[in-house]
């Protein structure tokens, strides 16, 4: 197997358990990175019984899992005023022109900031390493932020997640004990 296969196998692992993806979905995503000499037979014969495997764990996870918990969180948010999408995309400059999309969908009347995380996060927490959000106003404002920053903390430690953050509004929240089991959306 070569460094390009083991490469898209990994990534076909990870797209399978963001729990975001359909199994058409991750076929669509694998045309997106296929290289010249990937053996493509084998990877896309590997898609269902990755599938299949989490199917198969889902049914050991616990009732409420940590991605529960920050769906729970992330509705309360938004219900505060902070714009709180998940998965958005793939880098911080992706997530920001989301962010931004939503913000023009809803309205700047009671936003006070947004709370997110992107794909590089997602996939992080996948691997065990605990969950990064990025937070912000609308302003700019290094005070508003770390008062954004403190109701995201709040509620993110209301909703059963140990937050690590100093308090500086520069810094991202960090989970880092999130253990990310987030049952297929498809």
Known sequence: MSDVDDYILDSIRTWVWSGFYSPG?????????LEEGADEEMLRASV??????KKADEATWPETTDCDRLDNAFELLNAQGII?????????SDSQEDVGDALRQRGE?????????HGQDRD???NGGGL?????DLNDNATQITEVGAIIASVLQECGL???WDGDPKTRLHLP???WKQRSTY
């Open 124 to 126: 992080r927490a996948i």
């Open 25 to 33: 979905q991750v076929h669509r995503l694998i045309e997106d990175i």
């Open 162 to 164: 140990p937050v690590d």
């Open 109 to 117: 009347q009671g936003i006070k900031g947004s709370c997110f995380y």
């Open 48 to 53: 269902q019984p990755e599938f299949d495997q």
């Open 177 to 179: 004990h999130f253990d």
């Open 84 to 92: 709180a999408p998940h998965n958005t995309g793939y880098t911080m």
């Open 132 to 136: 990064m959000l990025a937070f912000g």
